[in-house]
């Protein structure tokens, strides 16, 4: 590739797009590779197309796009695949095959989508104007920071004056599953709270002792104050949207929520200090999950939400009050839902096999009101949607 910004991001399998072509460039040979769908979807779409279409001249004439990859194997590997024809030719039937047939097209993306040749690149502002997106807390702390639920109820046994140093911690697992899990959260605590206390004085220490010894720079200078997490984001006692930053592909939505500023969020998540019921409803629709599954990047089959490709780069509506107003019901219909259910986590509830009725038309209800909000026709199929949403982007962007 030579020098090429950003290399290191690209997958094994890019090195034989890049050489297919080289080797076909000013020719009509034809190349189709099947290869795992990460060639199409997040960070390496802008380095690998970028190459591929602007400096070798190729072009897209057919596609399948992410389909599971199987075997006879008995231990079949989760594999997501597409397949992808492409040439220097610039062949005038170009198709899109999928499991009900093939349809033709004017031009193929990158994305293996119809519509142009548009690139979503990491950026670090949204191109909307929208509530910004943080990383959860990152601790950097050796683990003495985070508690599982039996160490914070031995440690209240022993010392129940630091009950309010301990938070609720949440990260994608905890969130999702509903697992319990504690973090010690001294940011608004004097010193002589925790000269004061032997089990925070330790803990402290050992996070000191952890930093200084660490072979990162970065980490050494977080010593300096071992009372805090290394990285903090937390909104001070203002409710946030989290959002995991890894989801199993096998949900339609991912789930989100919002959540009370007393409960600290781990770096596994994301979150949103500023956001309403309005932007949660565009977030959990299908239109956002549409561009979410095409753009974002993949961790083994599950997806991973982005800040930087994901969230910044979606294209949002510009709707009327009403149009507004009829999302922050639809949006509050889902809360609503899940509360149905009190002992079901949102692993759970957005199960495709044991999803309640009553949430999943709460969702189509959100989904039909974003829909709206957009213009787009309430039969629009995925593929549509994302083209839609391409062409929304390509013009914010320009």
């Not at 009900?100 to 193929?108: F, H, L």
């Not at 409710?239 to 596994?268: K, L």
Request: net charge negative; proline share 4%; glycine share 6%.
């Amino acid at each position: 590739f030579g020098k090429i910004k950003d290399v290191q991001d690209l997958d094994y399998v890019c090195g034989w797009y890049k050489k297919a072509a080289m080797l076909v460039e000013n020719t009509n040979i034809q190349v189709g590779f099947v290869s795992t769908n990460s060639i199409c979807q997040g960070a390496q779409v802008p380095i690998l197309w970028n190459i591929l279409l602007n400096d070798h001249h190729m072009h897209i004439n057919y596609a399948w796009p992410t389909f599971k990859w199987n075997s006879e194997s008995t231990e079949k590997a989760a594999v997501h695949c597409v397949i992808v024809g492409f040439g220097f030719e610039n062949l005038h039937d170009k198709q899109i095959f999928g499991e009900a047939g093939s349809y033709s097209v004017k031009n193929i993306s990158p994305y293996l989508t119809e519509g142009s040749n548009v690139f979503v690149m990491a950026r670090k502002e949204a191109i909307c104007d929208v509530p910004k997106v943080n990383f959860g807390n990152q601790p950097r702390d050796g683990g003495y920071f985070i508690l599982k639920e039996e160490e914070r109820d031995e440690l209240l046994s022993q010392d129940s004056g630091i009950e309010k140093w301990i938070r609720p911690y949440y990260g994608a697992e905890e969130f999702i599953k509903g697992k319990k899990r504690y973090c010690i959260w001294l940011k608004k605590a004097q010193p002589s709270d925790i000269k004061q206390s032997k089990i925070l004085y330790e803990r402290v220490l050992a996070v000191k002792n952890f930093r200084e010894s660490s072979n990162a720079k970065t980490t050494n200078g977080y010593a300096k104050v071992p009372h805090l997490f290394a990285q903090l984001t937390q909104p001070d006692d203002k409710d946030f949207i989290i959002i995991p930053r890894v989801s199993s592909e096998n949900r339609e939505y991912v789930p989100m929520d919002f959540m009370s500023g007393s409960n600290i969020s781990s770096d596994a998540v994301q979150i949103i200090p500023d956001a309403t019921l309005y932007h949660f409803g565009i977030l959990e629709s299908r239109t956002h999950m549409a561009w979410m599954r095409t753009v974002c990047g993949r961790l083994k089959s599950d997806y991973r939400y982005s800040k930087e490709i994901v969230y910044n780069n979606f294209p949002w509506p510009t709707p009327t009050d009403a149009q507004k107003a009829k999302i922050e019901r639809t949006a509050q219909a889902i809360l609503d839902a899940r509360e149905l259910f009190p002992d079901s986590s949102l692993a759970d509830l957005y199960d495709e096999v044991s999803m309640p009725s009553e949430l999943r038309k709460a969702h189509q209800q959100n989904d039909r009101a974003v829909m709206e909000a957009y213009g787009f026709a309430k039969d629009m199929s995925e593929s549509d949607i994302v083209s839609a949403l391409l062409k929304m982007y390509k013009e914010l962007t320009e």
